[in-house]
């Protein structure tokens, strides 16, 4: 059975001392094994970047931005093979996992305007004769840690930012399915990237602990549930590390007696469903302003999911595959079983799925939940599974003060035809990410990505922008020459500009 190792100086590395088993979610089957790393090969990944550093830090920024041009080359070239590697590990159809690379290569793209965006700010004559300056400057070897349902995407937010500003990186993916990110590492070697800059060491608890009290390590980026970031988060900052860790989401769509129920329906499809609902922007709540509103939007859900098509990720027809793991297929499964005993309606019930041919996978269909209250353990958590509930109120404010009052804050939309009420929705709503008949507002690669409340802890958020802020330390420089013929004497009070 085929292992799966680490990158480390350039090179792959097995560490044998502990594996765990790599599943195809379809079929239930184990299909390779992955090497967990110790500390001892973690260390030894830091050591590599921290070699590689000084070299790579005084590369001019020109040279490093070509990098990742020929890399965003790569990344398409081999685009086949790494949604191929992305299906069999997590179960994504092959249509999902492409949006999924595009989605990563854009964060590419935006990398290679570091000449531009690091070139810092300058003041001539800011005082007599006194220039000053701003750089930016790389922090030294930085890490992330990265969750199974985005493979390519989430580690594509953070290291090819943290590359091209000078820093060398040590990546923690998912051991569930970390093919597909070990690929596509190797691709930046061919394109060209120093031995060391970049490194995978594949593993558990064990390696995230390593990187987070190792005190080389500068900064650590995670993304993923929100008890493990408020962990990453007040370890890394109790070890006097930068960080940022996104966690969890509870993600509402409120549904306004104008909206058009026809793009409704086809929004909540793909965004509750889409990737088996294991997404961090997911939409797992429908909002329902009026009975009437949740009657007819309950009524023309249940015929449009008849349609929907679950099974392997080959089948490009299909619209979602398995989730992650038999223990996450049945942590879904409870939720819904404790709606239906807390007093929901179980409208649409996928807990029984068993596509023809997989019948051993990990599936869960698409399921519709009514009458649900805030009151409910599955509205409280996040589910992260193929689940849409419905919360019927009264009044658009209802709705709001249900969003607001939740403790996560990642994204929401509302779907009106009235501008009034979305430019006040935009405007009060307490959520960090927010679309106006637009049900996934994740932003593009030149904003940032993050929530607020219990979905994002510390101070900047994920890619563009704040990315650039985060793998850096400005660093402002005051600059006189005073002339030969002038001698200044000695100054005890404040410098003015006066």
């Known amino acids: 059975m085929k292992l799966i190792g680490h990158l480390i100086n350039g090179q792959m590395v097995d560490d044998h001392v502990r594996t765990q088993p790599v599943f195809n979610p379809a079929t239930g089957q184990i299909s390779k094994e992955v090497a967990l790393a110790g500390a001892k090969t973690v260390e030894q990944a830091i050591d590599a970047a921290q070699q590689a550093f000084p070299e790579w830090r005084n590369t001019p920024v020109i040279k490093r931005a070509r990098v990742m041009f020929r890399f965003k080359e790569l990344l398409e070239q081999h685009a086949d093979e790494i949604c191929r ?40 004559n800011a005082g007599p004769d006194i220039d000053s300056w701003s750089e930016f400057q790389p922090l030294g070897v930085v890490a992330g840690i990265t969750p199974f349902n985005f493979p390519a995407m989430v580690p594509l937010w953070m290291y090819p930012m943290a590359i091209v500003c000078g820093n060398c990186f040590v990546l923690k993916p998912s051991e569930r399915d970390p093919s597909s990110t070990l690929f596509i590492a190797q691709l930046l070697k061919e394109a060209g990237l120093p031995d060391g800059v970049m490194n995978v060491v594949n593993g558990d608890k064990e390696a995230v ?28 900052a109790a070890n006097g590390k930068r ?64 349609g929907l098509k679950v099974g392997v990720y080959s089948e490009t027809s299909n619209d979602f595959g398995p989730v992650i793991t038999q223990q996450h297929q049945q942590k879904v499964i409870g939720y819904i079983d404790s709606a239906e005993q807390q007093g929901a309606k179980i409208v ?27 009151k409910m353990t599955s509205y409280q958590e996040e589910i992260f599974g193929p689940v849409l509930q419905i919360v019927r109120v009264s009044t658009m404010q209802q709705a709001m003060q249900l969003i607001n009052d939740h403790e996560y804050g990642n994204g929401t939309c509302i779907y009106t035809r009235d501008g009034e009420a979305a430019r006040y929705f935009t405007d009060q709503i307490m959520v960090g990410m927010v679309g106006v008949n637009v049900p996934l507002p994740v932003p593009v690669a030149y904003h940032s990505f993050g929530g607020w409340k219990r979905s994002l802890f510390g101070d900047l958020y994920a890619y563009g922008p704040d990315g650039v802020r985060f793998y850096t330390r400005r660093k402002t420089i005051t600059q006189r020459w005073p002339s030969a013929n002038v001698r200044e004497g000695a100054q005890f009070s404040m410098p003015t500009l006066n």
């Open 209 to 236: 602990d390593t990187l987070l009290h190792d005190p080389r390590i500068q900064a650590v980026s995670f993304v993923g549930s929100t008890p493990i970031a408020e962990y990453i988060y007040s370890t890394a």
């Open 348 to 374: 649409v019930d996928g807990r029984n799925l068993q596509p023809a041919g997989y019948e051993q996978g990990f599936f869960v269909g698409a399921t519709l939940i009514d009458q649900v209250t805030p």
């Open 243 to 306: 960080c940022q860790a996104l966690g969890g989401a509870k993600n509402h769509a409120i549904i306004m007696p104008d909206a058009d129920l026809d793009n409704v329906v086809n929004s909540l499809l793909g965004a509750a469903f889409g990737s088996s609902g294991e997404r961090c922007m997911a939409l797992s709540v429908a909002v329902a302003v009026g009975d009437q509103v949740a009657d007819e939007l309950i009524e023309r859900m249940q015929v449009a999911m008849q």
């Open 85 to 124: 590697l992305i299906g069999e590990e997590h179960g994504k159809i092959l249509h999902d996992a492409a949006g999924e690379l595009q989605r990563g290569i854009e964060n590419v793209e935006y990398a290679c305007g570091a000449p531009e965006f690091l070139k810092g700010e300058f003041s001539k």
